[in-house]
């Protein structure tokens, strides 16, 4: 099904959108197994190698914790489907899937799938930020707050505290401490709490195995490269230059999907160990379609390509992009403010 040629005229309609990438929602149980498996064999298999070559050189061990890590922030793009119900068509599977992935990628799975859920649903929202999305300030917010704010705000933009310090602080300490989500309700802290339990529990049985030493020198930097590597996925799929906010009734769910999320054109050994996630707007449209049929739907309709497109060059220019202009309707950085 494609778009009629006065709608593609008239621009992209994101609730036409919405009701024609509903075909692409059927989950396969044979491709989410093999997807597991060519996920989770490598990974062991790198881990193992980085734990062997300990005796060789550390250098080597730290070579081999980039693919590692490559393949980890796969395996959490596999419980990111499961939390969304998509990457296979029973609840119970995607649900036990996903909390076993979860003690890998150090990510309570039930919390994640709340504070995500969330996310989806205020994506671009100024209303209703500050759960499961980067915190965004507006010009107007940034120059109404005094200097101890401001310059708070401008540390956490900073890109050594965003993709460095800020994932290590996420995965280590606040996934495992949920207090800024108990307004939630008690579920959070379950999660958490069962996740500590198994991890303290595979993580003391590995270091009896291999020892303490060699198992902080071969997990942390798998652990700590992963991490950042999320969060700059996260981070450029909704903080780019054209991305769209708004507040009361001029936000609308579906518009803010397929505007404000970016298509991240990443080359295709980058596409498939991220699982198609730059696809973000088609995701956020249909968020049940499971990661690997994305790539069909930019086959089958090659006119959402370049809706918010961004290739791997064009990220780096997002970094510097901290404030939301209201009357600019874009992303600006606090250079731009300064010289305005």
Request: some cysteine; aromatic content about 12%; overall charge positive.
């Amino acid at each position: 099904m494609t778009l009629p040629v006065a709608e593609k005229d008239a621009g992209l309609d994101a609730r036409v959108w919405s009701q024609i990438l509903a075909r692409y929602r059927n989950p396969s149980a044979r491709r989410g197994i093999v997807e597991i498996l060519i996920t989770a064999v490598p990974l062991v298999a790198l881990w193992v190698a980085m734990w062997l070559a300990l005796g060789v050189s550390y250098w080597l061990s730290l070579a081999l914790a980039v693919p590692a890590a490559m393949f980890l922030v796969r395996l959490f793009m596999i419980q990111h489907d499961c939390s969304h119900g998509s990457f296979f068509g029973q609840r119970w599977a995607n649900e036990w899937v996903g909390r076993v992935c979860g003690v890998f990628t150090l990510t309570p799975f039930d919390l994640w799938r709340r504070s995500h859920a969330i996310h989806h649903a205020t994506s671009g929202n100024l209303e209703r930020r500050g759960i499961g999305d980067i915190e965004t300030m507006t010009v107007g917010e940034y120059l109404s707050q005094p200097w101890w704010e401001r310059l708070r705000y401008r540390l956490y933009r900073n890109p050594i505290v965003l993709f460095v310090i800020g994932p290590a602080y996420v995965f280590l300490i606040a996934n495992r401490l949920p207090i800024g989500m108990t307004h939630l309700g008690w579920r959070p802290w379950l999660s958490s709490m069962v996740n500590n339990a198994v991890l303290a529990v595979v993580i003391t049985f590995m270091m009896w195995l291999i020892g303490v030493g060699p198992f902080l020198m071969v997990h942390l930097p798998v652990i700590l490269l992963a991490s950042s590597m999320g969060v700059w996925l996260f981070f450029v799929q909704h903080q780019f230059d054209e991305t769209v906010w708004a507040d009361g009734e001029d936000w609308n769910l579906q518009h803010a999907a397929l505007k404000g999320s970016s298509h991240y054109d990443l080359p295709a050994v980058l596409r498939w160990f991220t699982a198609n996630i730059g696809v973000h707007h088609v995701h956020h449209l249909s968020s049940r379609i499971p990661y690997y049929r994305l790539g069909r739907v930019l086959k089958d309709h090659p006119e959402l390509r370049d809706v918010g497109r961004l290739t791997l060059w064009q990220s780096f220019a997002c970094v510097r992009l901290a404030l939301w202009d209201e009357r600019a309707k874009r992303m600006v950085s606090f250079g731009e403010l300064r010289r305005a």
